[in-house]
T-cell receptor, first 111, second 114 residues
Framework: AQSVTQPDIHITVSEGASLELRCNYS??????LFWYVQSPGQGLQLLLK??????LVQGIKGFEAEFKRSQSSFNLRKPSVHWSDAAEYFC?????????FGKGTRLSVIA | EAGVTQFPSHSVIEKGQTVTLRCDPI?????LYWYRRVMGKEIKFLLH????????ESGMPNNRFLAERTGGTYSTLKVQPAELEDSGVYFC????????????FGPGTRLTVL
């Protein structure tokens, strides 16, 4: 069965600090992996995606994610967080089926 | 290019009433998906259209939910009669191809059933 686990429900970081949001998946083959962000009052926006090839993926807004097959992980990182990054982040996978989402991680940014 | 749009943005109805949600996908996208997020839970798949045909409706919770995509353009999702547990945010997404292609999401419709 396909599943996505985001172990952290809520994370608080200081502005300017680095960020890593965790995502683990379960899938029988190499999945397509995505990170989406939902800012307050907004829809889901695609940050980045992994289909194949280079395991380090660059996305928008300075985010990157690294696919690690051995750990079944696809963690999202950003070297320096801005207050505008406060939002809810969703990791998702797709095989030959529609997207399967994690429960999301809410990011708070403090001054 | 316009993104995925959804109407209404919010809907508050009473139990037993009917509500119809609309989704306009990105022009040219044959694939249209409906998802739902109930409070505190993950976003879950409801169904998938390819043009006007239902490709996969395995996520539809019960027969109170009816989705249509006449002409393969916009889609509607009707809930009749609505129950309290139907409250949540309903997202629509579209993609050019299926099987892992990027899905572009609309802003969602927040449905509250009282």
């Amino acid at each position: 069965a396909q599943s996505v686990t985001q172990p952290d429900i809520h994370i608080t970081v200081s502005e300017g600090a680095s960020l890593e949001l965790r995502c683990n998946y379960s899938y029988g083959a190499t999945p397509y992996l995505f990170w989406y962000v939902q800012s307050p009052g907004q829809g889901l926006q695609l940050l980045l995606k992994y289909f194949s090839g280079d395991t380090l993926v660059q996305g928008i807004k300075g985010f990157e994610a690294e696919f690690k097959r051995s750990q079944s992980s696809f963690n999202l990182r950003k070297p320096s967080v801005h207050w505008s990054d406060a939002a809810e982040y969703f990791c998702a996978l797709s095989g030959n089926t529609p997207l399967v989402f994690g429960k999301g991680t809410r990011l708070s940014v403090i001054a | 290019e316009a993104g995925v749009t959804q109407f209404p943005s919010h809907s508050v109805i009473e139990k037993g009433q009917t509500v119809t949600l609309r989704c306009d996908p990105i022009s040219g996208h044959d694939n249209l998906y409906w998802y739902r997020r109930v409070m505190g839970k993950e976003i879950k798949f409801l169904l998938h259209f390819v043009k006007e045909s239902k490709q996969d409706e395995s996520g539809m919770p019960n027969n109170r939910f009816l989705a249509e995509r006449t002409g393969g353009t916009y889609s509607t999702l009707k809930v009749q009669p609505a129950e309290l547990e139907d409250s949540g945010v309903y997202f629509c997404a579209s993609s050019q191809v299926a099987g892992g292609d990027t899905q572009y999401f609309g802003p969602g419709t927040r449905l509250t059933v009282l």
